[in-house]
């Protein structure tokens, strides 16, 4: 084609760059609508994203403080020894305290009427602190201790809003007047508010007993899981990428296995917990309720994800890099680990870190191998025996305390998410830094 | 490089942790089952822990049925010891039982729990429930002058004027709770009987059996509405609906006063009380189930069994009572029976 189509003297419309005509007024309208979209996007993300925490934190903040009775408590010699007779110590112990709160209440002279029924009611679940304690200091027998115990769930409720006086329904769980005592004792400075430590560090507890609740054990359980994880999906995922990504001939075969690749990362997670149950449990023998089978099933869940990643990562090293090392004599292998393997690092670390966050929040696969539930071993003996000691996961007791009857388990549960996103924070921070120490530029 | 070392040292760690957990036998109690004996059986777990030198039992949750197959599966360490159930073993199930070698089974009834209807404590009161009023609302087939018809109902008020002028919405337990057979038995089949629709059905040709079966069949067009998960799910549903009635457990229900209304049946409002005296016609007796072969082989078991039924935690003044369990008249019965390890 030539260009008669277009008249030889036409005279040109004179234009300066500096006016601006309308195709690119358009241009610049375009580009300026397209910022003003992105950062729309931005804005609605961001606004979620605030919406999630604050949810997240005014809903979790109540299970980071606890509402604790303080007092001094003697225990004699042969109280102590006429509860361990009994086959329900605990409660004995128990006994033992209230009978005596109600005595020093009594002779300090309580303004308003109560007996050792609401001093019971007010009360958390002491008797396993208080045996816990004369068991490891038999010495302090018969010698006034201070104890700091959790009152019980409808009271804690009360002091961080959850129940108030007009909402409360008189239950034996607890009556509008016994809230004139807790009012008492709390100007008498016995009943206060404090940091709720047993949360951070205990194991979970029994559904009568949310005082006690804690999500420490769990978050053992899911380190220990995350370990066995990191162990086995990294170095196979990492293998097997590098297999098929530099080594591999591109045959039927290879392209089978990519596919099914593909197709195991988008499995349901229960299917891998059903695999689980059969094959590490029935078949291998492994224990039940275990973080070792647990994080196997999630090494099975998250290698896709850990190859996939990998093999983008490997990709996008360019060609260049693997001719020169090739270029000047070094075998496939040597170009692999000392040229494509470090700069594929950063990519690699990523998907590794996505894998395991994905991993850390799944409860599904949990439920069949018995770490859902309750799990309340506490902290294992040792390093080894925290890979099979019964534990839980912290998304498996986030669900399992959303699910009781008493509303302060539900706050328990909020304030276990905000744990679970502590942790994962943590997580992705290693994975920053490592990722700087292993990128390169070039 | 450091970072293959280290990962391949923890992968060392994790194999060695491997072959240690199969040499090491299981040291304590493995409990799965019932969801609505699961919060009894926690509280005894963490007692259990608590005052013996038995580290505490695992109790997983997952439904009476589930639980009881998953007990079936064969004697060993790898499967569990005890299931719980909120409803006695079927036929089937100890069959299934026997042909995988669980021949042994000791019954173990802790108590009985109610069923109670609630609704929104800003909702409609319903006091007027009988039976036969759940069975029109959700039943598939309901008698409408004589003749058996598709439900046409939609509102409470059309078969009952006491009860109030609102959309039907009910939110009943699923097939794999233990709740729902109770529920099928104790209000649908008996409304089915008290509306004469049962018979009805008999009368038009169907065999006993199938008339039965009949019954069971709950409306599939949105108002009766199946729960597979918790009562924490059902009252997450109720809170969203005025109008609509959820079935819970007694405790659950006691716990929970602040938010839910509770409906009587028959003229009874659900207390442990009225339960206990079989005034308040929707009750059920829990179980759970130890297999005897583990006896002596998991450490702590037959403790555990004993530990739960002992006057002190099952009885009318225990922890568990005072959670919302109805306890057992014939406890002293059931002590002896775990002591003497009876077997069914």
């Known amino acids: ?442 | 490089m450091s970072f293959a070392k280290l990962t391949a040292s923890s992968l060392a760690i994790a194999a060695v942790s491997a072959t240690a957990a199969v040499a090491q036998s299981r040291d304590n109690v493995q409990v799965a089952g019932s969801s609505t004996v699961l919060p009894y059986a926690s509280i005894v777990a963490e007692a259990f822990g608590e005052n013996t030198d038995f580290p505490t039992p695992v109790v997983e949750s997952g439904g009476s049925s589930a639980g009881l197959k998953r007990f079936c599966e064969g004697v060993g360490e790898n499967t569990i010891d005890v299931a719980n159930a909120s409803r006695a073993i079927r036929e089937s199930e100890i069959e299934t039982c026997a042909e995988n070698g669980v021949t042994d089974i000791i019954e173990v009834r802790i108590g009985y729990d109610g069923i109670v209807f609630a609704s929104q404590q800003d909702g409609p009161a319903f006091d007027a429930f009988v039976p036969a009023d759940i069975f029109n609302a959700i039943g598939a087939q309901v008698l409408v002058d004589g003749e058996i018809v598709e439900n046409p109902y939609t509102n409470w008020s059309e078969f009952n004027a006491d009860l109030p002028d609102v959309e039907i919405a009910m939110f009943i337990p699923g097939t794999k709770h233990g709740t729902r057979e109770v529920f099928e038995d104790k209000v649908l089949l008996e409304g089915c009987e008290a509306t004469g629709a049962m018979e009805a059905m008999i009368e038009g040709g169907m065999s006993e059996d199938d008339a039965e079966d009949a019954c069971l069949d709950v409306r599939t067009d949105g108002k009766s509405v199946d729960i597979d998960g918790d009562y924490t799910e059902t009252l997450a549903r109720i809170d969203a609906n005025p109008n609509g009635i959820g079935v819970f457990g007694l405790a659950f229900y006691e716990n929970n006063t602040d938010k839910l209304k509770v409906a009587t049946m028959s003229g009874v409002e659900p207390t442990t009380e009225t339960i206990a005296s079989g005034e308040y016609p929707v009750s059920r007796p829990l179980y759970f189930y130890v297999k005897k072969a583990h006896i002596g082989v998991i450490p702590g078991l037959k403790e555990y069994a004993q530990f739960f039924v002992a006057d002190e935690l099952a009885g009318p003044n225990g922890p568990l009572a005072n959670y919302g369990l109805v306890s057992d008249p014939e406890l002293a019965a059931t002590q002896e029976k775990v002591a003497n390890e009876e077997t069914m």
């Open chain 1, 1 to 442: 084609m030539t260009d008669t189509s277009i008249p030889k003297d036409a005279p040109r419309a004179k234009t300066s760059i500096h006016q601006i005509d309308a195709l690119t007024k358009k241009r610049n309208a375009a580009e300026k609508r397209f910022k003003a979209y992105g950062m729309a996007a931005i804005g609605i993300g961001l606004f979620f994203l605030i919406v999630l925490f604050t949810s997240i934190i005014r809903s979790g903040a109540p299970a980071f403080t606890r509402t604790v009775l303080e007092v001094d408590f003697t225990l004699t010699q042969a109280q102590y020894e006429e509860a361990e007779g009994q086959l329900f110590k605990t409660a004995a112990y128990s006994d033992f305290f209230i009978a005596e709160l109600e005595e020093t209440l009594t002779a300090d002279g309580m303004s308003v009427e109560f007996d050792a029924d609401t001093i019971e009611r007010i009360l958390g679940k002491v008797g396993g602190t208080l045996r816990e304690y004369y068991r490891a200091n038999e010495d302090k027998l018969g010698e006034p201790v201070t104890f700091s115990l959790a009152t019980s769930s409808r009271v804690d409720g009360y002091f961080n809003g959850r129940v108030t006086r007009d909402g409360l329904e008189d239950s034996r769980f607890l009556m509008a007047a016994d809230l004139d005592l807790v009012d008492a004792l709390e100007e008498a400075g016995i009943i206060t508010s404090e940091f709720n430590w047993p949360f951070i560090t205990g194991a979970d507890s029994g559904v009568d007993n949310p005082g006690g609740a804690g999500i420490g054990a769990s978050v053992v359980g899911s380190f220990f899981m995350m370990l066995v994880v990191l162990a086995l999906a990294l170095p196979i995922g990492v293998a097997a990428s590098i297999y098929l990504e530099e080594f591999a001939p591109q045959n039927r075969f290879t392209d089978l296995i990519e596919v099914n690749i593909s197709n195991l990362a988008a499995v349901p997670s229960i299917v891998f917990g059903i695999l689980g149950l059969a094959v590490f449990i029935q078949f291998m023998h492994l224990p039940q309720s275990a973080p070792l089978v647990g994080g196997l099933v999630l090494t099975l869940m998250t290698l896709p994800t850990i190859i996939i990643s990998t093999r983008a990562a490997l990709k996008a090293v360019p060609p260049s890099i693997r001719e020169a090392a090739l270029g000047i004599g070094a075998s496939r292998m040597q170009t692999v680990f000392h040229h494509v393997l470090p700069l594929a690092m950063p990519g690699i670390l990523t998907g590794t870190i996505i894998g395991l966050a994905q991993a850390l929040g799944e409860t599904a696969p949990l439920l069949l191998i018995g770490m859902v539930g309750f799990v309340a071993r506490g902290y294992p003996d040792g390093f080894l025996q925290g890979f099979v000691e019964p534990n839980s996961a912290m998304p498996a007791q986030i669900y399992t305390w959303a699910a009781r009857a008493d509303s302060a388990f539900y706050d328990k549960a909020w304030g276990g998410i905000i744990i679970l996103l502590i942790f994962l924070m943590f997580m992705n921070i290693l994975a920053v830094i490592l990722r700087r120490r292993f990128e390169r530029r070039w």
